[in-house]
């Protein structure tokens, strides 16, 4: 089982920058790709960007050159900076994991934009 918490959420205003965290904890295998996803108030979940264990990464169009995907391996922690937020960003964001062919979700951290 892998356990995901993410942190970093909260209210900024259009223009502003957040960082969002996802801790990763208790895979007894190689975590593989991880990732963010995002579901704003009466819409689906939506793909942000993904980042695999080498390295590589894919983004949404609506927050390429907005959002960059990291990952810190040996602390098992996942990050995504977004810079120039917008209101349409408002969303409940969660992180996902991949391991051992099993896919893994967090709880989500609300991220707010005001005008």
């Known amino acids: 089982q892998v356990q995901l918490v993410e942190s970093g959420g909260g209210l900024v205003q259009a223009g502003g920058s957040l960082k969002l965290s996802c801790a990763a904890s208790?895979?007894?295998?190689?975590?593989?790709?991880m990732g963010w996803y995002r579901q704003a108030p009466g819409k689906q979940r939506e793909f942000v960007a993904i980042?695999?264990?080498?390295?590589?990464?894919d983004y949404a169009g609506s927050v390429k050159g907005r959002f960059t995907i990291s990952r810190d391996n040996a602390k098992n922690t996942l990050y995504l900076e977004m810079n120039s937020l917008k209101p349409e960003d408002t969303a409940v964001y969660s992180c996902?994991?991949?391991?051992?062919?099993?896919?893994?979700w967090g709880k989500g951290t609300l991220v707010t934009v005001s005008l």
């Open positions: 996902a994991a991949t391991s051992n062919g099993m896919n893994y």
């Open positions: 208790g895979s007894r295998f190689s975590i593989n790709a």
């Open positions: 980042i695999t264990n080498l390295g590589n990464t």
